[in-house]
């Protein structure tokens, strides 16, 4: 089921590209990013309340408050660089520059949270690093 969920991912993350950079045609990378944040953020409670899930608001711990506004932080910086590239750039670079964010979360889930690096994704790291480059190239 996860891997379902994260092909939708990757379908819906190659239509906001595509999107975005038709969208944002005469428009400021900021401006577009927020018009892009109410969105989601629209649905986001949308499905919250579809779910009856807006009750767990009270029982989140402190640690956890802190690292979703962390990681609220961290999407808000990557939604504004991303936009901005979109806009400077061509997607057909854009998109797999960001897409090194895999590399990188290999990376940090090795250091931070103790995952195994195992042959296969270093592996998978160095291909993913060398077909940016020579996408970009």
Do not use: H
């Not at 195994?116 to 998978?124: D, E, I, Q």
């Amino acid at each position: 089921m996860w891997f379902l969920f994260a092909l939708g991912s990757a379908v819906f993350a190659a239509l906001t590209s595509i999107l975005a950079k038709i969208g944002i045609g005469g428009v400021g990378s900021n401006l577009a990013t927020a018009i892009r944040t109410a969105v989601v953020l629209i649905l986001a409670w949308g499905m919250v309340f579809l779910t009856n899930e807006q009750g767990g608001l009270v029982g989140i711990s402190r640690k956890s408050w802190l690292f979703l506004i962390l990681s609220g932080l961290a999407t808000g910086a990557s939604w504004l660089c991303y936009y901005r590239a979109l806009q400077v750039g061509d997607v057909s670079k854009v998109v797999p520059v960001d897409k090194l964010s895999t590399v990188i979360t290999l990376i940090l889930a090795f250091a931070l949270l103790g995952e195994k690096f195992t042959w296969k994704s270093a592996l998978g790291a160095v291909l993913i690093t060398a077909g940016t480059l020579v996408m970009i190239l």
